[in-house]
C-alpha cells in the first residue's frame, strides 16, 4: 500500500451528470480507484430499507471498497436481505419509524422488535434521539421511561447501543431555537452522560461523531469519562462541514483516540432517494476527509449553509478539507476498531 499522507489531491476533470450529489461533474467510479486507501472498510451506519435499494448501495461500496454494512432496516426485511447479500449485510435493531401511531411504534411494539430483531441474532440496538422526535412525542427524550425499559430489555439480550445524541449547532441556532421543546444542546449530553453511567456495561456507539463534530475538545471529554463510548463518522454533509474546518485537529483526534472511532456513512437507501452517484457521493467525501489532503469545494450542496446564512445560494456547497490520515490510522477507522467493538467484531 502506499500513503500519499501530505500530498493534495485534484479531482479527476469532470465527466459526471451534475446534480447536488455531483456539483463537480466527477466521476466518481474513478475517484474511487485514486483514493490511497486499498484495505477492507467496515460500514457500520446505513439505512437500507429493502432488496432493490440494497442492490444500488452495494454497487456503489463496491467502488470504494466496502466490505461489511450494518444496516438499519425493517424488522420485516431482514430475512430477504440476508437471503440477497449473505454475510455482507449485519443489522441494527430499529423502531417501525413508517408507523402512524409513534406512542405505540416507540412503547410496546418497540420491545416486541427488540426481541424479533434479537431472534435474529441481531447484536446492536439503536436508540435514536434527534430531538425534532420530540415533534412526535415525548418518549423520544433519551432518558423517558419507555426508553430506559428499551434499554434495560436490549442489555438484557445482550445487545450493543447505538445511540444518536443531539443534532448540528446550525439546527439548534434555527429550527431547534425552541429550548422549552428542544431542550439546549447541553442538556442532551447532561442527560447522555447519566445514561452512559447509568449502562457503563454496554457499549455505546454515538453516531454523527457523537453529534458534535463542531467541539472535538467536548468529544474527548466524552471518551475519556466514558470507557463504554464509541464514535462513527456518519453524516456527510455535517461531518464534512465541520470536521474540514479543523482537518489538522480533527487527525490529532483520530491519532489519539485508536479503536473508538468507526467509519459509518448513514446512506439512506430507499425508494425516492436512490442513484449510484448520491450513495458514491458519500463515500467519497468521507473518504476523501480521512484520507487525502484534498483542499477544494465539496461536491455536495448543503442545504445548512443557507439556513444559516440566507446570503448563502441554496445549492452551496462546503469546504473540504481532507486530514490525510496515514495508513495505521485508517486501518483502525476502517475495520479494526469495528473488529474489537463487542455486536460488531468478535470481542
Ligand atoms: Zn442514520
Not at 162 to 176: G, L
Not at 255 to 269: Q, S
Request: hydrophobic share 40%; charged share 30%; with cysteine.
Amino acid at each position: 500500500m502506499t500513503r500519499t499522507q501530505g500530498t493534495p489531491y485534484v479531482v479527476g476533470k469532470g465527466a459526471g451528470k451534475i446534480s447536488d450529489a455531483n456539483r463537480l461533474g466527477l466521476d466518481y467510479r474513478v475517484e474511487a480507484g485514486r483514493l490511497p486507501w486499498r484495505g477492507a472498510i467496515w460500514d457500520v451506519h446505513t439505512h437500507i430499507r429493502d432488496v432493490a435499494a440494497g442492490r444500488v448501495y452495494f454497487q456503489a461500496a463496491e467502488w470504494f471498497g466496502l466490505e461489511r454494512v450494518w444496516s438499519m432496516s425493517p424488522l420485516e426485511e431482514v430475512d430477504a436481505l440476508r437471503a440477497e447479500f449473505g454475510e455482507r449485510i449485519q443489522f441494527i435493531a430499529v423502531p417501525n419509524y413508517y408507523a402512524e401511531d409513534w406512542e405505540e411504534a416507540m412503547g410496546r411494539d418497540w420491545l416486541r422488535r427488540i426481541e424479533g430483531f434479537a431472534a435474529k441474532g441481531v447484536k446492536v440496538c439503536k436508540f435514536w434521539g434527534a430531538p425534532r422526535g420530540l415533534d412526535k412525542t415525548a418518549k423520544m427524550w433519551l432518558d423517558s421511561p419507555t426508553r430506559l425499559e428499551s434499554m434495560r430489555l436490549a442489555r438484557s439480550l445482550g445487545m450493543t447501543f447505538m445511540v444518536h445524541v443531539a443534532d448540528p449547532d446550525t439546527w439548534f441556532a434555527t429550527k431547534y431555537a425552541d429550548a422549552r421543546k428542544y431542550g439546549s444542546k447541553g442538556l442532551h449530553y447532561e442527560k447522555f452522560e447519566r445514561l452512559l453511567d447509568q449502562f457503563s456495561d454496554v457499549p455505546w456507539l454515538a453516531a454523527h461523531m457523537a453529534g458534535h463534530p463542531e467541539d472535538l475538545d467536548h468529544l474527548q471529554g466524552l471518551l475519556e469519562r466514558h470507557g463504554n463510548l464509541y464514535l462513527d463518522t456518519s453524516a456527510t454533509k455535517w461531518m464534512v462541514r465541520e470536521l474540514s474546518k479543523r482537518a489538522d485537529e480533527f487527525g490529532d483526534f483520530c491519532r489519539r483516540n485508536p479503536g473508538r472511532i468507526l467509519f459509518g456513512t448513514d446512506i439512506v437507501a430507499e425508494q425516492g432517494s436512490m442513484s449510484l452517484d448520491l450513495f458514491a457521493s458519500r463515500f467519497w467525501c468521507l473518504r476523501a476527509l480521512l484520507e487525502t489532503r484534498y483542499d477544494g469545494p465539496s461536491p455536495v450542496v448543503d442545504p445548512d449553509l443557507a439556513m444559516v446564512d440566507p446570503k448563502q445560494p441554496k445549492d452551496a456547497t462546503a469546504h473540504l478539507r481532507g486530514a490525510g490520515l496515514e495508513e495505521a490510522v485508517l486501518g483502525d477507522l476502517y475495520l479494526r476498531a469495528a473488529e474489537g467493538l463487542r455486536g460488531f467484531g468478535q470481542a
